[in-house]
């Protein structure tokens, strides 16, 4: 007898033809899986199909779409153990790989047949699902000019073309972080919490690996004196993530934590999993082993942590005796 599945796939997701793609989930996917497929609209997303298979007491959910599709499944699926299937057909398909799933619907199936599962980290920013990140400042204005039109134009090209018009307005802030031990105050154009981050989000690689099943948040702080200081850190983020070295510039900081509060002055945007939803404050809380999904199992890098070098940084321990 088929094991089953309930399938949730976004029709608008990506550059492909949808219909072949589905065509082609079908042909690998229902030989071994009984497939109840739901698709995506403008009036019912991803989250409330994924709720609605979890009150049905379904056997395992496999979402197909981009990040945003993802993460909405995901969030209906954390604490259920209930597993996820994950084939990605965004722009940026930052989730698989994150956790080195394959990006192509082929060996994405197969990673779901294949039927070994993993225990990875969840969190929530401002009560909202997290799987991937979290990012105030740079980032966030770099996600919100790279449109759903252009998206679909240039491909990942539409992400860095943004990048290097946003090169044109950066800006500093001053940023309070707050974990559960210390509260740190600096000045920064960029701060990025991750739970899963693949190399490509240059702006969370500043410890050069993110373990997401240990309980723990990353978080990086880049604060560039100049344009030309925000074009090296990049590249320095960028080589940290090609040959898993930390970055060791002065302006470029991070840590671990299971929470994070954050405020900003001014208030910054803040994207989460590649989508707007406001400003700041932010606060980030970590589910530690709060999603089961279908992953191939890798080895990865453990963080340390860097401040020194921050500009007008300060840091405050926190009395134990408090709440």
Known sequence: MNRSACLIFNPVAGQGDPEIELVQIRAILEPEIDLDIYLTTEEIGADELAQAAVKRGVDAIIASGGDGTLSA???????????????????????AAALRIPNTIEAACQTILQGATRYVDAAY????????????????????????????????MAYILAGVQQLRNLQSFDVKIETEDRIITTSASAVTVANAAPPSSVFAQGPAGIIYDDGLLDLTIVAPASKAGAIAATFHLFQSAS??????????GYLRAKDFKITAEPPQKVVLDGE????????????PAGLKIFVPFTEEISPAEKLEGLPNLTVEMKDSTEE
Do not use: Q, W, Y
Request: glycine share 12%; aromatic share 4%; with cysteine.
């Open 73 to 95: 499944a995901a969030n209906a699926v954390v604490g259920t153990d209930i597993p996820l299937g994950i084939i990605s057909r965004g722009t940026a398909n930052a989730f």
């Open 125 to 156: 920013c401002n009560g909202k699902p997290m799987v991937l990140l979290t990012g105030i400042g740079f980032e966030a204005e770099t996600v919100e000019l790279a449109d759903r039109e252009a998206k679909k134009r240039f491909g990942i």
């Open 276 to 287: 707007m939803i406001g400003t700041t404050p932010i606060e980030v809380h970590c589910v």
């Open 243 to 252: 040959t898993g070295n930390a970055a060791e510039r002065d302006d470029i």
